[in-house]
């Protein structure tokens, strides 16, 4: 539930990444480099939110 709530109130990030990566030409390098980034910041964050033992209740 947590996991779930937490990209709940990061939707509109990943839906901004998301609409920066379908503008973009698929084969470049430009392209590569904004995937990488946001899946290591996705991925950072909820490895944050796993690490995070303040939750209440979850």
């Not at 904004?34 to 899946?39: E, K, S």
């Amino acid at each position: 539930m947590r996991y779930l709530r937490e990209i709940f109130i990061l939707a509109w990030t990943l839906a901004g990444s998301a609409y920066i990566l379908v503008t973009l030409p698929p084969g470049s390098d430009t392209f590569r480099y904004a995937l990488i980034i946001t899946c290591v910041a996705f991925v950072m964050h909820m490895i944050s939110v796993a690490l995070d033992r303040d939750a209440d209740g979850d």
